[in-house]
């Protein structure tokens, strides 16, 4: 069935560096979705890609969609600690559903 | 404030317990869906609803049972569940299914903790 691989699974960095989460999809996605999930908190939406090569910016957030329009990535410059989180992928499957991918956490070192 | 309400936000239920999860959603979204949220499995879809009707059961097991009254409210009935339902229970509502965009809102979960 349709996958929606992410990685890594965890990311440690120091405040200040930066983090680049991936995904890849085992088939072609008419649109990516990007989600963050503080600790404690519920997936929450922050932006969809639909053309390929496609590239937006949040601030110090960079979303890109791939030219096959089969992967995706999420970088942040200089991390703050408000980032902390986990960053999800997702793009459409069948019957009204998202498969998601399995989620990048993002930790703060003290 | 995204629109989509839980409750109860937390819950502590013995084995052979019934319990309900009630949803409702305030945005005029016609989807409606739940997850499981555990350690092992960061975001497992459960059930999908569209208008009312049921698209989706992913291998649910039956102590688990969904019900969709009318487009902004969703039920998850609880019965004879395990410890290792223990998780966050998560609701979403999605509109732009027409376009294949299926972007979703989230309340803010059930803790549930199976004893």
């Known amino acids: 069935g349709q996958q929606v691989m992410q990685i890594p699974q965890y990311q440690h960095v120091q405040e200040g560096e930066d983090f680049t989460t991936y995904c890849n999809s085992s088939?072609?996605?008419?649109?990516i979705q990007w989600y963050k999930q503080r600790p404690g908190g519920h997936p929450v939406f922050l932006i969809q890609l639909v053309k390929s090569g496609e590239v937006k910016k949040q601030k110090r957030l960079t979303f890109q969609f791939g030219e096959a329009k089969k992967n995706s990535s999420l970088h942040i410059t200089a991390t703050q600690t408000t980032d902390v989180g986990t960053y999800f992928c997702a793009g459409p499957g069948s019957n009204y559903q998202l498969i998601w991918g399995a989620g990048t956490k993002l930790i703060i070192k003290p | 404030e995204t629109g989509v309400t839980q409750t109860p936000r937390h819950l502590v239920m013995g084995m052979t317990n019934k319990k309900s999860l009630k949803c409702e959603q305030h945005l005029g979204h016609n989807a409606m869906y739940w997850y499981k949220q555990s350690a092992k499995k960061p975001l497992e879809l459960m059930f999908v609803y569209n208008f009312k009707e049921q698209t989706e059961n992913n291998s649910v097991p039956s102590r688990f049972s969904p019900e969709c009254p009318n487009s902004s409210h969703l039920f998850l009935h609880l019965h004879t569940l395990q410890p290792e339902d223990s998780a966050l229970y998560l609701c979403?509502?999605?509109?732009?299914?027409?376009?294949?965009?299926?972007?979703?809102?989230f309340g803010a979960g059930t803790r549930l903790s199976v004893l």
């Open positions: 979403a509502s999605s509109q732009d299914w027409s376009r294949e965009s299926y972007i979703q809102y």
């Open positions: 088939t072609t996605l008419s649109n």
